[in-house]
Each structure stands twice: as structure tokens, then as C-alpha cells.
């Protein structure tokens, strides 16, 4: 039985191929794709839970810290905010621009609710830190009453 080529593995070699052959064309590579410039991006992201509260942490490199906006309403947590290109780049004369600039936005939900008025952030070295703290049990305790069962005679009607 012959062996079959694997489709992938051949469109994967092309597509090596041809950037092979504009990289030698051009001399260099290009890279235009508008929507890396403008549209949006989301960073990543990790999140986990402590005793106390949940923790995010979000990878923000090359953001100015003023350039970020933390909101929170009801049971979410929005961090939005904008990546600049700097140093005064024209777009058009990248060889490679691999990194994600413009608007960005990430939503976070939590099940067992917050305490918006005590979450703390901390932004240094390209990370956001995020301590949003969960709301306490408000626990209360319920009184059960007895109703009062008034006693009624039954007599006979004869």
C-alpha cells in the first residue's frame, strides 16, 4: 500500500515556500496587516482564588499605567485600556510587528459576588495585579415560630 502525503504537511511547506521566495523578492519581510494596528486585542490573563478574595493577573508590557481603566458593576470586573506604538515608527516601515497595539478590553464574572470598593491594583514591570476580595457570607439566622394553635372544643350537634 502506498503511502500518502499528509495535506497539511504540504500546504505548511508551501506556505514556507512562498515566504521564502517574497522574503528573497523584497529583501526583507513584510508585514501589513491593518488590524493588528487598530483593532482591538485582549491580553492574557491568570486568575485564581485565595481564601479571601480572587486574584488576576494580566500581562500589560509596553502599557502606560495611565492608560488603563479598571471598572467593576455588579458581579463584573472590566480592565480596558489602550497599547501605543511609540517611538515614532511609521507603520509601514516594520519588517516584522508581531506585538498587538490599540484598544484592549477584558471582562471578568464572578459567581459569589465582590466587594468593588475594596479591590486593589498594583501595575508594575508590565503586570496588572488585581486583588478583588469576595464578598462575606452575610449569613443570618432565622427564627422559627410556632404559630399559636388555638384550641377549639367540637361538640356534637344532635
Known sequence: MPIRPDPLKQLLDLQERMNRLFEDTLGRE????????????????DCYETSESYVIEIELP??????????????????????????????????????????????????????????????????????VPRAKSRARSVRVERPEWKHRSITEVG
Not at 513584510?30 to 490573563?45: Q, V
Not at 458593576?73 to 506604538?85: A, K, P, Q, S
Not at 464572578?110 to 498594583?122: H, K, L, N, V
Open 30 to 45: 513584510r508585514f501589513e496587516e491593518p488590524a493588528l494596528l487598530s483593532g482591538s486585542w485582549a491580553p492574557l490573563a
Open 62 to 131: 509596553g502599557t502606560a499605567r495611565e492608560d488603563v481603566e479598571i471598572r467593576s458593576d455588579g458581579d463584573e470586573l472590566v480592565v480596558r485600556g489602550e497599547r501605543r506604538m511609540g517611538g515614532g515608527v511609521r507603520p509601514e516601515a516594520y519588517h516584522r510587528l508581531e506585538r498587538r497595539y490599540g484598544p484592549f478590553a477584558r471582562t471578568f464574572r464572578f459567581q459569589d459576588g465582590i466587594e468593588p470598593e475594596r479591590i486593589t491594583a498594583d501595575f508594575r514591570d508590565g503586570l496588572l495585579r488585581l486583588e
